[in-house]
């Protein structure tokens, strides 16, 4: 059983830029939500899919959006880039049947200067 | 809307002591409730998962307890280990809502 897996690990950007981060989900898991965790806080929930739809959004600007594929892989894609969202990116995988447990990935720790 | 809150900051303690690490959360309709373990600028740990109906839950030295109608949860770990030094956050999942998390103890157990 795999886990779940982000790339790229580290990334640095400039303000205005746009940058596309990936997520792989745990295997048999079929939905994916992505949260942004500043500094000393804890994770905000940003939206989640559900079988390849949105199901649910958090209190973030359009210009953060995303996907999930047919195998359950997701993207979230930010464009605009400002400084404030420098951050660490968190993916987490769940299925129906197991209570709603949060599988995370270990995450894609983005810079923008 | 659900608020979580954790207590305290941040605690520092010798190794081998028992410690507990509280939540609060302000709407009682929660679907389940999770504490994670996260390492510095790494991604989060699923310790223990309590469901609205049960009243605590247990992992080795860890139980987690949860009490709905004064809307509070504790960690407690036993016999602590300098390997247990890492930052507990606690999340909420209500009906309708997505994951609420509070913002983590950060734990140091000193040798």
Known sequence: ETGVTQSPTHLIKTRGQQVTLRCSSQSGHNTVS???????????????????????????????????????????????????????????????????????????????L | KQEVTQIPAALSVPEGENLVLNCSFTDSAIYNLQWFRQDPGKGLTSLLLIQSSQREQTSGRLNASLDKS???????????????????????????QNFVFGPGTRLSVLP
Do not use: H, M
């Open chain 1, 34 to 112: 992505w949260y942004q965790q500043a500094l000393g806080q804890g994770p905000q929930f940003i939206f989640q899919y559900y079988r390849e739809e949105e199901n649910g959004r958090g209190n973030f600007p359009p210009r953060f959006s995303g996907l999930q594929f047919p195998n359950y892989s997701s993207e979230l894609n930010v464009n605009a880039l400002e400084l404030d969202d420098s951050a660490l990116y968190l993916c987490a995988s769940s299925s129906p049947g197991t209570n709603e447990k949060l599988f995370f990935g270990s995450g894609t720790q983005l810079s923008v």
């Open chain 2, 70 to 96: 004064s809307g509070r949860s504790t960690l407690y770990i036993a016999a602590s280990q300098p390997g247990d030094s890492a930052t507990y956050l606690c999340a909420v999942l209500s009906y309708g």
